[in-house]
């Protein structure tokens, strides 16, 4: 009996010497494949950390507003401008420029002085790459910004940077990301995590105001109670005047579908009653103060927080608009001299 012994690079024409070089090749052109899948991805996420944050002063504007004592802030969630749909991909680009430019001019309306903005695209595919932040800034009419990016990921053929903004009419002298803890550890190193901004503005020659805008975790209020108490450290450092603004996605115990962790912690009322600040209501009294969802709200979770040894609260109202699913929060405040000791 005949004995066969079958060689499969015979039977493919190739010969024994040929094959690791064809190894190579395919090993090459994987490798390919696989740097143009990863590599703008590597090259995004290395370069998030030193672009993070950013002020900017916006060119032909008009100069810087003078103090008069009383200072107009709003916080708005503005949803990537994509109104009140439930995706970033619901409409085209061209939709979200003329929403955003809605918002720019409903935020000149107001006419406030410090504006926070949460969900704000600086840098994203489904909105046409279009920087609403310089957009908003611009048409607005706000001379200086800061920008502070939370998720900053992308590929080849996507790319998603967007965060928090500071708009404001008085120059904003100092800048840095509060780094609030995440939720998953994992998804931070993947694509990023919700952060805050801390802002110096100032609002007269030996004036400032510290302007903290935050973005809370919305999928649970034990991580918001965890990044109180950071919020807590950080900003007890800070004895001057202070506002906190943003969508805490956390509402006082005993208002409409407010939370509690399971040791009965509430993150809005633990930040409500530490670093002596104080909410703008001190407590929800009726629907009109409510903020999401914007087309028939049930909860408060935009908020805007003060210490009331530097300010009074004159005003407050939240505007009733579906150019988002948040309704934007509006304060007017009169700044107040603290007390001072009696030496006497």
């Excluded at 930040?271 to 409510?290: E, H, K």
Aim: charged letters at 20%; a neutral charge; one cysteine or more.
């Amino acid at each position: 009996m005949k004995h066969v012994t079958e060689n499969t690079d015979e039977i493919l024409g190739v010969s024994p010497t040929s094959s690791p070089r064809r190894s190579m090749r395919i090993s090459i052109f994987w490798g390919l494949i696989l740097a143009l899948i990863l590599g703008p991805y590597v090259f995004y996420r290395v370069s998030s950390g030193p672009s993070r944050i950013r002020i900017v002063e916006v060119s032909e504007q008009s100069s810087p507003r003078d103090f008069d004592g009383t200072l107009k802030v709003v916080a708005w969630n503005i949803a990537h401008g994509r109104g009140v749909a439930d995706s970033n991909w619901v409409g085209d680009a061209e939709q979200k420029a003329k929403r955003v430019m809605e918002i720019a001019q409903l935020i000149r309306k107001l006419e406030a002085d410090v504006v926070v903005l949460n969900e704000v695209d600086f840098a994203a595919t489904w909105s046409g790459h279009f920087n609403q932040a310089a957009g908003i800034a611009e048409a607005a009419g706000f001379p200086f910004f800061a920008r502070q990016a939370n998720l900053d990921f992308g590929f080849l053929f996507g790319r998603f940077q967007f965060g928090n903004v500071v708009l404001s009419r008085y120059p904003i002298t100092q800048a840095r990301a509060l780094d609030l803890p995440p939720y998953r550890e994992w998804e931070d190193w993947l694509v990023g995590r919700k952060r805050g901004v801390l802002c110096t503005v100032a609002i007269g020659k030996s004036r400032s105001v510290s302007i903290a805008g935050l973005h809370l975790e919305h999928r649970s209020e034990a991580c918001r109670v965890e990044s109180v108490r950071y919020l807590q450290e950080e900003l007890a450092q800070l004895d001057g005047p202070l506002i906190l603004l943003g969508d805490l996605n956390t509402t006082p115990r005993n208002s409409p579908q407010s939370r509690e962790t399971a040791d009965g912690y509430n993150a809005f009322d633990l930040l409500n009653a530490s670093i002596g600040l104080q909410s703008a209501p001190l407590q929800i009294l009726n629907a009109d103060q409510l903020t999401f969802p914007a087309w028939a709200p049930v909860r408060a979770i935009d908020w805007i927080l003060y210490r009331t040894k530097f300010f009074k609260l004159v005003e407050h109202e939240v505007v009733p608009t579906q150019l988002s699913d948040h309704r934007p929060v509006v304060a007017t405040f009169r700044s107040i001299e603290p007390s001072r000791p009696d030496n006497n």
